[in-house]
Nanobody, 116 residues
């Protein structure tokens, strides 16, 4: 079954760090542009970061610039989101998305809570 599975979420204090992982099964990520989105309670899902299929091009939202980094390891079929200097407003469910032409896959999400 084709799926994306996120992991690495949890509870962290403000200023802390987390690394989210996104693993693909039953398909190869190397052809896909990969993105991380997040959705906080009562808010729309927003794009956090995107990385090209080769990994040579990345973009991050202004709200997380200089704090979050997206990366990928195509041989391992994995994508990552390194989150540093976390703030309470980063609290959300984080989703991984794979996109290639009309093929789009979403993961189930992983909860990140930033609180003291």
């Amino acid at each position: 079954q084709v799926q994306l599975v996120e992991s690495g979420g949890g509870l962290v204090q403000p200023g802390g760090s987390l690394r989210l992982s996104c693993a693909a099964s039953e398909f190869t990520l190397s052809c896909y542009a990969m993105s991380w989105y997040r959705q906080a309670p009562g808010k729309e899902r927003e794009l956090v970061a995107t990385i090209s299929s080769s990994g040579t091009s990345t973009n991050v939202a202004d709200s997380v610039k200089d704090r979050f980094t997206i990366s990928r390891d195509n041989p391992k079929n994995m994508v990552y989101l390194q989150m540093n200097s976390l703030k309470p407003e980063d609290t959300a469910v984080y989703y991984c998305k794979a996109a290639w032409g009309f093929q789009v896959y979403w993961g189930q999400g992983t909860q990140v809570t930033v609180s003291s």
